[in-house]
């Protein structure tokens, strides 16, 4: 199902309970009920309640962000890692050119298909992956250089082969969901507590008001997915996580 998808039905869902509840509430209230009387403690718990889930959202939001934004950064320098290594071996014999540009492009091709489902599915590499690098490895090291120019050329080969073996390991480290599901009960327990203070205030049927409570109740919906979809780096919206490989490897199907 597209994000997109999940994401209006999700809103919808959320101001159709709210209005629901609302409409029900208003016919089964007693006829002397006087919304306006509210009393200021729960106006006062109302407010507080939101601030405190406010900044717990806030706090959450930051920590899927950054950790997507260190995956991608792990992602980037696989893949300029790998670039590299297929530029710098054009000062190599071609049969060894080719065969290690074969290896850094079987790698690629593995990586953005079947190893990118294993991280989204299974939150782990795949073995194939850790064989196909470690054969690049062994064909980059094997070389024993003839002249001086495929000597200045080795360890800078050597160093990039290791750069990208540091990224593989840190993406397999920040494959699966960051956040703890301690954490996720707290969110829509929160969420559950927070609307559920608006009834608390006795809105009336008004349009206005039950507009007011739709649209706050969606944007919990909105950013509890904002917080879902950043959770997993590699889990949702793969094709754009992979596409520092497919932007320098456009041959790589992705």
């Given amino acids: 199902m597209p994000e997109w998808l999940v994401l209006t039905l999700a809103m919808l869902a959320a101001c159709g309970v709210v209005v629901i509840i609302t409409l029900v509430r208003h016919r089964t209230a007693p006829e002397d009920e006087d919304p306006s009387e509210t009393p200021d403690v729960i ?20 920590g899927v962000w950054e950790g997507r934004s260190a995956a991608q950064d792990h992602v980037q320098a696989e893949a300029v890692a790998l670039h590299e290594i297929t530029e710098r071996v054009r000062v190599y014999p071609p ?47 094997d070389h024993e250089p003839r002249t001086d120019f495929e000597a200045q050329a080795y360890q800078p080969l050597v160093d990039q082969v290791t750069a990208a073996d540091q990224a593989r390991i840190a993406r397999g480290d920040s494959t699966g969901a960051t956040m703890p599901g301690v954490v996720w009960f707290g969110l ?6 927070t609307i559920g203070m608006v009834f608390a ?16 109740s969606a944007l919990i919906a909105f950013l509890l997915f904002l917080i879902w979809d ?16 497919l932007d320098l490897f456009p041959r790589a199907k992705g």
């Avoid at 106006?43 to 706090?59: D, H, S």
């Avoid at 205030?201 to 706050?216: D, V, Y």
């Fill in 201 to 216: 205030l006795q809105i009336r049927r008004t349009p206005r008001e039950l507009i007011l409570a739709g649209l706050f």
């Fill in 43 to 62: 106006e006062y718990m109302t407010m507080w309640i939101g601030v405190v889930y406010a900044i717990v959202l806030g706090l959450a939001i930051a």
């Fill in 188 to 193: 829509l327990a929160g969420a559950v507590i």
């Fill in 95 to 141: 049969e060894v050119r080719d065969r290690i540009r074969e290896d850094v492009n079987a790698y690629i091709g593995h990586v953005v298909t079947t190893e990118w489902r294993s991280m989204a599915d299974d939150g782990e590499l795949t073995d194939r992956g850790t064989a196909l690098l470690q054969r690049l490895r062994e064909d980059v090291t």
């Fill in 230 to 245: 950043f959770d997993s780096p590699y889990g949702h919206g793969a094709a754009e996580a992979a596409q520092p490989f």
